[in-house]
């Protein structure tokens, strides 16, 4: 049995006969086959015996009668719904001698598909004269035969052939048709095709997860089937889980379908990376797709400069550099400044904030190469060395430190004062000088020893002086120039002596 079908493999050919009988005499009747087809055997039926009419010069022609005779085949099961095509030859049920009528040839494809070499035979017989065919056959005289290279999904053939009867008796006429027969499979042929791009940053830091977005894409025709997707990443890239080889399952892709993915890496180390991945699916197809990302670092270098000394009491002036050495963006960049102990802050540059004993800078992004000087100035408050440390930190570079070193140094700084506390002073009247040293510096004064040189007019009575027992008591023992034993007098201290003097007359004029 062949089923309508859209498959086309050509097996072979087969030829299909049908006889039709036409029924030329008055009184012949059809045979049917209860289906309705009308199928007529090529039997003969016998005229009903007339005397020949005689010739009229002007008799009227002939009207044929209207009942039909149709030969029918439904091939090759007789059922229309499961058949390959339809062959019918139709004629009036009854002609007359000299008068033409015509023989009605139609040739339909049931399927749905087109029947090839499709060839229609028409042996016409000698007694029937053909005037016209409607389509002309390939052959000349009553053997007519026509080829139709193609009949399509239900297209159908008519040809009608006219002609005369010229003599009276059994008007045979079969006709024969051949059409080659296909046994045919439909497969759908499709054609997937792989397209797969890869998605990267330019650059990121080393800190930085790198995402990489792969798509792969179906842009042919028909599913693609076990499609995988496959990245090994180079040295120095690992998944966040620690893996250097990806593999994605994505199974069936539709035409025109995409699947997208995001491999997120992490840099163990510097440089310019390339990645290439590959998508296979079943059938050999594949696809590639390269990025190529640089992993860039910021490196930190900070100097701190001061003075080596400072004497008590006056400013420290710190400068810190910060510098970034590396290839990449400093960014978050924060400068802090620790004010040691033994010192207090003064100002601060660039807007630079004092909470809890340091100083904080708010850099922001410093770009590769480029530098921040600030500056700071503290006072020491006590003797001694005071180190002072800067820090600079940043988004993923590590932190660095520079110390400057300044060592507090103090300075004696003498005053000597002498004041008499009677004064004018009569000739021969006494005074007393108050004669006092004071440290005004930051060290304590070593060794300060005190000579009072008296002039000729005054003469020496006395002295206050009240050491340790250990020390002298008085001064030496010349009085023209009394002294006292050299003592140490403290930073902000003070030391007083009492000298009582006795004038000579010569001291009025």
């Given at each position: 049995m062949m089923k309508r079908s859209r498959l086309t493999t050509a097996v072979k050919t087969m030829s299909l006969f049908v006889a039709v009988l036409m029924l030329t005499l008055p009184g012949c009747s059809s045979t049917h086959d209860g289906h309705g087809h009308g199928l007529i055997p090529c039997v003969s039926c016998e005229p009903t015996a007339k005397p020949a009419p005689k010739p009229a010069p002007k008799a009227a022609p002939m009207v044929q009668a209207p009942d039909v005779v149709c030969g029918r085949l439904v091939w090759p099961t007789g059922n229309m719904a499961t058949s390959s095509i339809l062959v019918e030859k139709c004629a009036p049920s009854s002609v007359q001698v000299g008068v033409p009528f015509d023989f009605k040839i139609k040739v339909k494809n049931l399927t749905g598909v087109a029947l090839k070499n499709v060839v229609v035979k028409d042996d016409v017989p000698s007694s029937f004269k053909v005037s016209s065919v409607s389509v002309k056959p390939d052959t000349a005289g009553n053997n007519m035969v026509w080829t139709f290279d193609t009949l399509p999904a239900g297209g159908e053939k008519v040809i009608v052939i006219n002609g005369t009867p010229t003599s009276a008796g059994k008007l045979e006429n079969c006709l024969a048709v051949t059409h080659q027969l296909d046994t045919c499979v439909a497969l759908n042929v499709v054609a997937p095709a792989l397209k797969l791009t890869k998605e990267a940053p330019a650059s990121v830091l080393k800190c930085d997860p790198i995402p990489f977005k792969i798509t792969v894409e179906n842009t042919g025709v028909g599913d693609a089937r076990n499609v995988v997707i496959k990245d090994t990443l180079p040295e120095g890239l690992v998944t966040e889980a620690?893996?250097?080889?990806?593999?994605?399952?994505?199974?069936?892709?539709?035409?025109?379908?995409?699947?997208?993915?995001?491999?997120?890496?992490?840099a163990t180390k510097t440089g310019n990376f390339t990645n290439s991945a590959s998508a296979s699916a079943l059938g050999g197809l594949s696809a590639n797709a390269t990025s190529t990302t640089a992993v860039l670092s910021p490196e930190l270098k900070i100097t701190k400069t001061g003075p080596a000394m400072r004497f008590l009491g006056r400013p420290v002036d710190y400068q810190i550099t910060v510098t970034n050495t590396g290839n990449g963006v400093a960014r978050n960049v924060v400068i802090q400044d620790i004010i040691p102990a033994g010192a207090n802050s003064i100002s601060t540059s660039d807007g630079g904030q004092l909470a809890d004993g340091k100083i904080s800078w708010m850099v922001g992004n410093l770009e590769p190469k480029a530098s921040k000087t600030v500056n700071v100035k503290v006072v020491g408050t006590q003797l001694g060395t005071i180190v002072n440390t800067a820090s600079a930190t940043a988004y993923c570079a590590e932190a660095v430190t520079a110390t400057a070193k300044t060592e507090i140094k103090g300075i004696p700084a003498i005053l000597l004062e002498c004041i008499d506390l009677v004064d004018p002073v009569e000739v021969g009247g006494e005074t007393t000088y108050v004669i006092t040293v004071t440290n005004q510096g930051s060290l304590t004064g070593t060794n300060i020893g005190l000579t009072v040189v008296l002039e000729d007019e005054a003469q020496y009575i006395s002295a206050s002086d009240r050491p340790k027992p250990a020390s002298p008591a008085k001064p030496s023992s010349s009085h023209r120039c009394p002294r006292w034993l050299p003592r140490n007098v403290s930073p902000g201290r003070s030391r007083s002596r009492l000298l009582a003097l006795v004038t000579s007359a010569s001291a009025w004029t």
């Open positions: 620690g893996q250097k080889d990806v593999s994605i399952n994505v199974g069936t892709l539709p035409a025109g379908k995409s699947m997208s993915y995001t491999i997120n890496a992490k």
